[in-house]
């Protein structure tokens, strides 16, 4: 089958993650897709295949004999949709002989403009594909989940040789909680690709250093009329400690490798105010210099309105995976040399975020990230190519390959 085809198919399922939930995964909805995938994946006679209590499939390929030694390789991609637009009765139009202009979504009176993606005349004649304005496309990552599939079945029908490939499909990416369950030793590879990124080509080993800091702010008060040297508005220190930051220092200003404040929620009274920061920067000591800049202001607050104003915790979220990447860095190099042999200029770019494969990396899994060819994720704008979609199957294929040769 056709990556863009098993896409297709995916795409319609309704798989999105849910932030306020306890159960796990967080929307039983996921199980929908997973219980479908290990059928698929056994159909294609894949051994070891197992949707576990988590929503967490697992499966793996065994060596062709006289492989057996090679690196055990492995894919994953996530199942479910951000939850922060409609991810329910997708239905996607698709545009062959795209003409490179403006696209009406539906009915809906959305249009996918060129003005707001400049990508799209580099686009023309091939067949796109996109939402109807109504829901998300869930390209992401829908289409990793296909490609890494797409790429098994053309591995398998073409008897190309390979070590052991192992493969995982995991829940609840998109609110921060994918590989809370995920068990390593269960998934069985010693190094693995998350295909779940933008440009098709696109390869990345280095993401934000992260921290959420949560300010509590205990202010004092008293009648207003009376409030003179002794009424202290927590709602004001508040937009102080704000103004102490480096204004241009915010997602709107930044990129690259370039680090931010971003304020994400600010609430309260004169009586107690909260301010939720997520802190990032790509450099561990500049990413270290913000905790301390943001811990120092807080000091600044105690001294002036007095001990005990300001409080700061700091919950860390993720690491920069380049040091680990660094140590096995024939990862990248498999993975340049499979996106030349699928046609394709590789594009070795920085994460503006995190990734399941930054996480899996500090646990024992190096595992840098593989764009799946998608645009403008997470809203009714998200779109795809076929052709981009059979593109990162080839990738996959030949990185199969270049590992069957590989010897450490």
């Not at 202010?219 to 709602?235: E, F, L, P, S």
């Not at 600010?266 to 107690?272: E, I, Y």
Request: hydrophobic share 35%; net charge negative.
């Amino acid at each position: 089958m056709w990556a863009y085809k098993r896409f297709l198919n995916y795409a319609k399922i309704w798989t999105s993650s849910e932030r306020d939930s306890t159960s796990v995964p967080s929307s039983l909805r996921q199980f929908d897709l997973a219980h479908l995938l290990a059928f698929e994946l056994r159909e294609l006679g894949l051994s070891d295949v197992e949707v576990n209590n988590f929503g967490i499939v697992y499966a793996r390929l065994p060596a062709t004999p006289g492989y057996e030694s090679n690196p055990r390789l492995g894919f994953i991609a996530h199942l479910d949709t951000h939850p922060d637009f409609n991810g329910k009765d997708v239905n996607p139009q698709i545009i062959e002989n795209y003409d490179g202009r403006d696209v009406p979504l539906g009915t809906s009176g959305q249009v996918l403009r060129v003005a707001s993606n400049p990508h799209l005349p580099r686009l023309k004649g091939d067949t796109l594909i996109t939402t109807d304005g109504t829901s998300l496309l869930g390209a992401d990552d829908k289409a990793g989940i296909a490609e890494i599939v797409t790429a098994l079945e053309h591995i398998i029908a073409k008897d190309i040789p390979h070590g052991t490939i192992c493969v995982a499909f995991m829940p609840d990416e998109e609110i921060g909680n994918g590989t809370d369950n995920f068990d390593i030793e269960r998934f069985g590879a010693q190094y693995a690709y998350t295909v779940d990124g933008w440009n098709a080509g696109e390869i990345v080993y280095e993401n934000f250093n992260a921290a959420q800091v949560a300010i509590l702010i205990r202010g004092r008060t008293t009648h207003t009329g009376h409030a003179k040297d002794k009424m202290v508005n927590a709602q004001l220190v508040g937009m102080q400690i704000n103004s102490l930051l480096p204004p241009n220092e915010i997602p709107a200003e930044t990129e690259g490798a370039q680090g931010f404040y971003h304020l994400l929620s600010s609430s309260g009274t004169v009586v107690s105010a909260n301010l939720v920061y997520a802190v990032r920067d790509h450099d561990e000591v500049l990413f270290q210099k913000r905790l301390d800049t943001l811990s120092s202001i807080c000091e600044m607050m105690n001294e002036h309105y007095g001990p005990g104003t300001v409080s700061m915790t700091v919950k860390h979220e993720y690491r920069n995976m380049r040091p680990v990447i660094e140590s096995c860095f024939h990862l990248i190099e498999h993975a340049k040399s499979a996106v030349k042999a699928a046609g394709i200029e590789p594009q070795l770019n920085l994460a503006r975020g995190g990734t399941d494969g930054a996480r899996l990396s500090y646990k024992g899994l190096p595992c840098p990230n593989l764009g799946v060819g998608g645009y403008a994720y997470h809203g009714p704008m998200e779109h795809i190519t076929a052709e981009a979609l059979e593109s990162v199957t080839r990738i996959i294929v030949e990185l199969i390959r270049s590992y069957a040769e590989y010897r450490p």
